[in-house]
């Protein structure tokens, strides 16, 4: 009987530290957020990301304060003996950070904990099975990846040059952590976290269609707004309509009204309004 209630003191014991570092991380977070960045680190993110000038002020301050938070809390590691830079981590943050500017049901990336960054495009070698059934290593150079455990991984040249070029539909950044946000709920399967139960079954019926109709087009190999990467599957398609929707949304709301109405209520914001 005392070993079981010593065992219960333990476990309130823990629950309680859990819950007062819970805590305590919510009230650093928000003081990061309240402080914004300093003088520097803006003008940083002025001269990088191209649309934040287009932003409503209420919008800037809080693009601000989320910035400097998630610098605060991530860590940004440097890979092929890259040095990783205050601009690195700025122009970084601050991509990411557009997807949270209103996001309701998921306003911060609490799983991610390390953002690896590359000088440019890398080389990922994985194992596969071949026709006749044996592994084989298969190479493939890639930009960026989201790992369901917490960790994001960047091509820094083309991280920049999305943030720069801010209309184009492609941004390595924005995509990869659409599925970091995808992934929050234990699968990366194009359906995030969704403001109510009675969300997902639409959600499903109008990305579905959507979907579809990308595959068709990629099949049949006609134009389309969205990136024909986003016929790979139903994770690839939601993290491509959310390049597209941050960055082509006059033509996206012109041809997939829709899904970009979908989208603006799960961001929360309307890209429209930064033309």
Not at 13 to 31: A, E, N
Not at 132 to 147: A, C, K
Not at 208 to 216: A, D, P
Request: hydrophobic residues 35%; contains cysteine; positive net charge.
């Amino acid at each position: 009987m005392i070993e079981i209630f010593g065992m219960i003191t333990l476990f309130a014991i823990l629950g309680f530290g859990i819950d007062w570092l819970s805590k305590l991380g919510k009230r650093r977070r928000q003081k990061w957020q309240e402080e914004g960045l300093s003088a520097k680190d803006l003008k940083l993110l002025k001269v990088n990301l191209k649309v934040y000038e287009k932003l409503p002020e209420d919008l800037q301050k809080k693009l601000s304060g989320l910035v400097n938070s998630f610098i605060h809390e991530k860590t940004f590691t440097g890979c092929q003996d890259l040095e990783v830079t205050r601009e690195m981590k700025v122009v970084i943050a601050a991509q990411a950070c557009l997807l949270l500017l209103n996001n309701k049901t998921q306003p911060w990336y609490k799983k991610l904990h390390t953002v690896l960054i590359y000088p440019s495009a890398y080389k990922v070698t994985t194992k596969v099975v071949n026709d006749q059934g044996f592994y084989e290593n298969l190479d493939s150079v890639r930009l960026g990846e989201s790992w369901g455990g917490g960790t994001i991984v960047l091509s820094w040249n083309h991280s920049k040059h999305g943030a720069v070029n801010y209309e184009d539909g492609h941004n390595v950044v924005i995509h990869e952590f659409a599925h970091q946000l995808d992934q929050s709920d234990g699968a990366g399967d194009g359906t995030p976290t969704l403001e109510s139960q009675s969300c997902y079954a639409s959600w499903a019926s109008l990305l579905g269609k959507e979907y579809k109709k990308l595959v068709h087009k990629a099949m049949k190999k006609q134009k389309s707004v969205m990136d024909k990467y986003g016929a790979t599957n139903e994770a690839e398609f939601f993290a491509v309509a959310t390049e597209c929707f941050f960055e082509k949304p006059r033509q996206m709301d012109k041809r997939h009204k829709e899904l970009f109405d979908a989208l603006k209520k799960y961001y929360g914001v309307n890209p429209l309004e930064w033309l």
